[in-house]
C-alpha cells in the first residue's frame, strides 16, 4: 500500500453536510460536520457518513473504464452476496470456519492440476492476499533451499536473484527487504523482456533461482519459460549450478492454461519449483487474493511453516499477515465451480479477442505503431509512429482521461528509456462494445492531437500516475 503524509497545512478543514443528510436534526448534523484530518468527537447518523463518503468517491475514476489495471472490476451479483456473507470470516482461523479452509484448500488442489503438478495430491501451497505476498512467500523459499545448500558459506556469501528488467515492483521489495542482490537482465531492442541466455550468464554459486513472467506487465508478452529451463540445465550440464525457476504467473497462469495448452511453462518442466498467480485478476475475483503454490513439499523447506495451535486446532501457515477475509477465497471457490474449464476459456478467449481486434484498428489508423497484439495476455503495448511529432503517447493518455479512460502511458526502463508506450488491458467486463467507444474516441481525438505544434506536456514524469 502506498504511504500517506498528513495535511500540509495546519489549519483544519470541516466536511460540508447538506441540510437533507441528516434524518432528524438537519441543522444539528451540519453544525456538528465532523473534521476531515482527526476523529470527531461526537457520532454522526449513519446514513450522513455513509452520503459524506459516497460523495467523495464519486471523483474517483470508474473502475470499469481503467485500461491500466490488471485487477478485475466485475463479478456476478451472486459472488458479491457470497462475499458479502463472508467478509466477517477471518481466513487464519481455520477451527471456527473449516469449511471456508477447506475451499481454500480445495482452489489449491484444482490449481495443482491446472498447472500439472507432477501429483496435485502432494503439491503444496497457500491462499495470500495477492501475487506481491505470493512472491515473497516464493522468493524466502527459494532463499532458503539455497541457504540451506550452501550452510558452509551463508550467512558470509549474498546470495542473488537472476530476473528480467520487467519484473513487477514487488520482486525490488523481495530483494530489498530480504537482503538479496537483485541481478537484472536488460531490454535489448525490440525484446522487452528476460533473455534466457542472457539470465543464465548472470547466474553463479549464490543464485537463489531465476524468475520468469508469464506475462509481463509492460508489454502483455510471456517469456519464454521453457527456454530459459533449457538454457538452465544446460549451464547444470557445464557448471553442475542447480538453478530452480519460479514462474511469476500472476496475469498468464490463469489465461495460458486455456488458451495456450500446448504452451509448456509449468510444472511439466521439472526445474519450475513454483508458480504464483493474482486470482483477482485473470482469476476472475475481486481483489485481494492470490495464490502460491510449489511442485512438491521439498521445494518448500518445512522450516518456514509455522504451526500454530489456534483456538484449539494445529494449523501449518505460511503468510507474512495474519487475519484476513475469508471473503476472496470463497469468491475464488465459485468462479472456480461457476466456469469450469470451458467457461474459463470462454471468458479469455473473448478478452483475447477485444484485445487483438482493438489493437488491429488502432494500427490502421496509422499513427501508431504496435509493439504487441492482445495475442498472449489479452493486453498490448503501442506508441506513435516515427512520423509523428505534434503529440505524443503522454498527450493521447491526459485526452483520454477528458473522456472517462484511463489508459497509462509510461517509459520503459534501462536499455529502452527512449521508449513511450501507452497499454490497454482487456479485462472481463471490458466487452467489445466498450472497446468500439473507446477506438471511436480515440478517433476522435485524433484530428485535434494532428494540429498541435508539438506535444503540450513537458514533465513526462508528471503526466501520468502511472508505474509498475
Known sequence: ?????????????RMSVNPFYGPANP?????????????????IAPATAHQLVRDELMLDGNARLNL????????????????????????IDKDEYPRTAELERRCVAMLADLWNAPDPATAVGCSTTGSSEACMLAGMALKRRWARRNADRYPGARPNLVMGVNVQVCWEKFCNFWEVEARLVPMEGERFHLDPQAATELCDENTIGVVGILGSTFDGSYEPIADLCAALDALQERTGLDVPVHVDGASGAMVAPFLDEDLVWDFRLPRV????????????????????????????????VFRVN?????????????????AQVVAQYYTFLRLGRDGYRAVQQAARDVATGMAARIEALGDFRLLTRGDQLPVFAFTTAPDVTAYDVFDLSRRLRENGWLVPAYTFPANRQDLSVL???CRNGFSADLAEL????????????????HSLIRDK??????HH
Not at 68 to 91: I, Q, S
Not at 310 to 326: E, H, I, K, Q, V
Not at 441 to 452: A, G, I, T, Y
Open 423 to 425: 497499454r490497454v488491458v
Open 27 to 43: 441543522l444539528g448534523d451540519m453544525t456538528e460536520a465532523p473534521p476531515t484530518h482527526r476523529l470527531p468527537d461526537q457520532p
Open 461 to 466: 514524469s508528471a503526466a501520468t500516475g502511472f
Open 438 to 453: 473507446l477506438t471511436e474516441d480515440l478517433e476522435r481525438l485524433l484530428p485535434e492531437l494532428r494540429r498541435q505544434p
Open 68 to 91: 491500466a489495471t490488471f485487477v478485475t472490476t466485475w463479478m456476478e451479483p451472486e459472488a458479491g452476496l457470497l462475499m458479502a456473507e463472508c467478509r466477517d470470516k477471518n481466513m
Open 310 to 326: 489456534y483456538l484449539g486446532g494445529d494449523m501449518p501457515t505460511f503468510a507474512l499477515n495474519f487475519s484476513r477475509p475469508g
Open 273 to 304: 519449483a513454483s508458480i504464483n498467480t493474482s486470482g483477482h485478476k485473470y482469476g476472475l475475483v475481486y481483489p485481494g487474493v492470490g495464490w502460491a503454490l510449489w511442485r512438491d513439499a521439498e521445494a518448500l523447506p518445512e522450516e518456514l
Open 1 to 13: 500500500m502506498p504511504l500517506h503524509e498528513g495535511p500540509r497545512q495546519s489549519g483544519e478543514r
